[in-house]
């Protein structure tokens, strides 16, 4: 079962503007993680941010925990067509499963 | 440094034929997992394997699902017979160390089974 629900299933945004994508989980969780996959290929590790930590930043990246509300948030700033891709968040749990979520499919337009 | 490498990229099959798949991982990993996407969908563990051992395999169909770890380095999942409803993306990831909390996944390109 997918632990980890992403909001919203799609967005589409103009090149140079921010792309902000949530995801919701439902038990406690160890670390979480967000991954990106390009059309036809394999999920890319894009960060990771532990229980404890509420903010961490990666280039263009933004990510926030929330643990009291089961909530992270991924924000990407002044987006390339080359961010066009699906994004998901990774739960990882005590028992070392680490569980996706359905993704966000973000199109940046030209 | 090499990715994980998965074989073959594409199968197409007729329902009830068997298929199995291959994957390489990064060398020197211990964890490998084997997840099932759905279009539309994020993945699903069906095994990990730590070194030789499969250490979860509570979401493998074992009716018709078997996967195998030889020498705790290559992989082959294998779907016997197959269903219609078992169409989706495979894809293996390694990750290096064993029964560590803060590791990220490493994935190959995926094998896309299509049965007819």
């Known amino acids: 079962s997918q632990q980890g629900e992403e909001d919203p299933q799609a967005l589409s945004i103009q090149e140079g503007e921010n792309a902000t994508m949530n995801c919701s989980y439902k038990t406690s969780i160890n670390n979480l993680q967000w991954y990106r996959q390009n059309s036809g290929r394999g999920l890319v590790h894009l960060i990771l941010?532990?229980?404890?930590?509420r903010e961490k930043h990666s280039g263009r990246l933004r990510v926030t925990l929330d643990t009291s509300k089961k909530s992270s948030s991924l924000l990407i700033t002044a987006s390339r067509a080359a961010d066009t891709a699906s994004y998901f968040c990774?739960?990882?749990?005590?028992?070392?499963?680490?569980?996706f979520g359905a993704g966000t499919t973000v199109t940046v337009r030209a | 440094e090499a990715g994980v490498v998965q074989s073959p990229r594409y199968k197409i099959i007729e329902k009830k034929q068997p298929v199995a798949f291959w994957c390489n991982p990064i060398?020197?990993?211990?964890?490998l997992y084997w997840y099932r996407q759905n279009l539309g969908q994020g993945p699903e563990l069906l095994i990990r394997?730590?070194?030789?051992?499969?250490?979860?395999d509570s979401q493998l169909p074992k009716d018709r699902f078997s996967a195998e770890r030889l020498k705790g380095v290559d992989s082959t999942l294998k779907i016997q017979p197959a269903e219609l409803g078992d169409s989706a993306v495979y894809l293996c990831?390694?990750?290096?160390?064993?029964?560590?909390?803060?590791?990220?996944?490493?994935f190959g390109s995926g094998t896309q089974l299509s049965v007819l």
């Open positions: 394997y730590e070194n030789e051992e499969a250490v979860d």
């Open positions: 060398s020197g990993h211990n964890t």
């Open positions: 990774a739960t990882r749990h005590n028992d070392y499963k680490l569980s």
């Open positions: 990831a390694s990750s290096p160390f064993v029964g560590a909390a803060n590791e990220k996944l490493f």
């Open positions: 941010i532990r229980s404890n930590e």
